[in-house]
Structure formats: C-alpha cells, structure tokens
C-alpha cells in the first residue's frame, strides 16, 4: 500500500528528504503530497478562531505523515484528530522574530494594544505571538491580527502592519531595508520546534513504514547539516529566493529528530491552554494523551 508523505518547504528536514530520494530506497511504495496543492482550508476570522490544520488531511486520505510548527497538531486535536507525536527538532530560537520598526515607538510587547500584527495564522507564528502577548498581560483580543503569508515582508515595509512575526530566509531582506527592533527574544519564550506527527492507526498499524520515514529524516538532516550549501539551493530553485539567505537560515537551525519531553509537552500544553482560553480553538485538549512511549524509544534508536 502506498504511503503518503505530506511536504512543503517550511519543514525544511522534509523538503530536503524530497529533493535527495532517500525515502524511496527504504520505503519504494512513497507518494510526495505537496502541501501547498491542499491549501490551508477555509479561511477565518483571525481574531475569533484558527484555520483548519494541515493535520486534518491525515484523516481525509491526503497523507499519513506530516511536519509543522507547534500550531496545526493542538489544531488537529481540538477538532478531535486521534494525532501522535513522532519526533521533535532541538530548538529553533534564531530562525523566527517578533519585531517592528525601530521608529515605531513600540518599545515592548504591550505596546502592541490596538495595533495590526501581521502573522501567518494558524502556524508556529500564532503560538508565538499569543506568548508574547501573555507576557504583557494582554490577550488576542488585544490586537489586530493580520493573516498574512506570501506578501507579510511587503506589508510590514509598507507600514500596513505595525508588527510582524517573521522567519528566516523571509527576515533577511526586511532587515537589509529597515532598522527593526525585536520585541521580546524568542529564547526563553518558545522554543520553535518543527514537529513531525501521524495518525493513531498509522502509528499503531505502519510502523515498518514509520521506522523508515524516521531513519530516512535523521539521514537526510545528517546530510543537511553537513552540506547547508547544496541544500538551499533546492529552496533557491522553488522560490527563487538567494541560496545564500536559505543557507543562512538553514546553518542557523538544529538537525536531527529527537523524541517528545516533558519539557516540551509542558510548552505545548501551555500553548493550547492559551489558545483555549483566547477562544482560538473550541475545547482544551490534552498534548500528553497524543505522546506514545514505543514511538519515543522508536526515535531515540533511531539517533543510536
């Protein structure tokens, strides 16, 4: 039976994974769905609720694996997706920014009451953003959130917004044309992982195929992590984008799965407490119950 790996660049271990065919010399029965081809579902109201998750394709057919931010798991869950963590990056505190204008008199995180941030909903930027706010005593009521994606850097230069919550290679050029001032440092607020999850029955039912999809990924990042170069080149080619600024970013970021902790489900637990109690998502979930220890012990040996 065929197994349906969900990619898109924004998971840079999986776009890679693509691009080197490694997969398809353990598992050969592999179909690449591109994620962008799916779309994000129906849009929504960004200060009353967050947009369909990617995880909702795991239960509609469009594939059995996937990698995210933090957002789209908690996403899948609060809509009732029987999800299971598979592995977790290290940190990835220097690849995203919430920063404005030096000029904009926004010193803090509470200066941003009654101001528009322009973010793309419903991603890690959202998590992001609602932490920061939380630190300021403040709440997604608070602000305008703007659901921006391919023309966020524009906005943000145009002024239309009067913050944003960028990622790196997509910072690079706003920081060559403005002066910017970060608002709160990611580190110590978020740790920005990228995530990788499944269903339930995947997880239960496939795992000659899971254990293939997680080697294929720890050997893929291995290869990244040694040759940066060539790998932002197989950005460079889909967007056009300078290798040299997906290099940067990807030279700045940790490689390798590593399993779920306590200290991450803690953070992410936190984070859907948040949601909740902001009105992003419906009902509280609970992270713990989507961790499974024989998937953990599958990533660590894995690592061996």
């Keep these: 039976m065929t197994t349906r790996v969900g990619y898109f660049p924004q998971n840079n271990s999986l776009w890679v994974l693509r ?25 929504v109201d960004p200060t009353r609720a967050l947009p369909s998750a990617h995880g909702d394709h795991l239960f509609d057919g469009g594939y059995d694996f996937i990698g995210t931010g933090s957002t789209p798991p908690v996403t899948a ?79 943000f230069l145009a002024r239309e917004v009067d913050a944003w919550v960028g990622s790196y290679p997509y910072l690079t050029k706003v920081e060559q044309q403005a002066e910017l001032r970060e608002l709160i440092p990611t580190e110590g607020l978020f740790t920005h992982r990228s995530l990788w999850f499944t269903s339930a029955e ?34 460079a080619a889909d967007d056009g984008r300078p290798a040299a600024e997906w290099e940067h970013a990807l030279r700045t970021r940790p490689w390798g799965l590593l399993p779920v902790d306590d200290a991450f489900v803690a953070e992410q637990q936190h984070a859907a407490d948040l949601f909740q109690a902001n009105g992003l998502i419906e009902r509280e979930i609970s992270v713990a119950d989507a961790v499974r220890p024989d998937i953990n012990e599958l990533v660590r040996a894995s690592a061996r």
């Design 19 to 43: 691009h080197l065919g490694l997969l398809e010399q353990k598992l050969p029965d592999v179909e690449w769905v591109d994620l962008r081809s799916l779309g994000r579902g129906p849009r």
């Design 202 to 235: 995947f997880a239960e039912n496939k795992r000659a195929e899971l254990t293939a999809i997680v080697s294929a990924l720890q050997e893929a990042d291995a290869w990244t992590a040694a040759n940066p170069a060539e790998a932002a080149e197989f950005f």
């Design 77 to 155: 869950q609060a809509k009732g997706h029987d999800i299971v963590y598979v592995g977790i990056s290290g940190p990835r505190v220097e690849n995203g920014r919430l920063v404005v204008h030096a000029d904009s008199g926004i010193e803090d995180p509470s200066g941003l009451k009654g101001k528009r941030v322009a973010l793309g909903h419903g991603s890690w930027q959202t998590t992001l953003l609602l932490l920061a706010l939380e630190k300021a005593g403040l709440g997604w009521g608070d602000i305008t959130p703007v659901d921006v994606y391919d023309d966020a850097a524009e906005r």
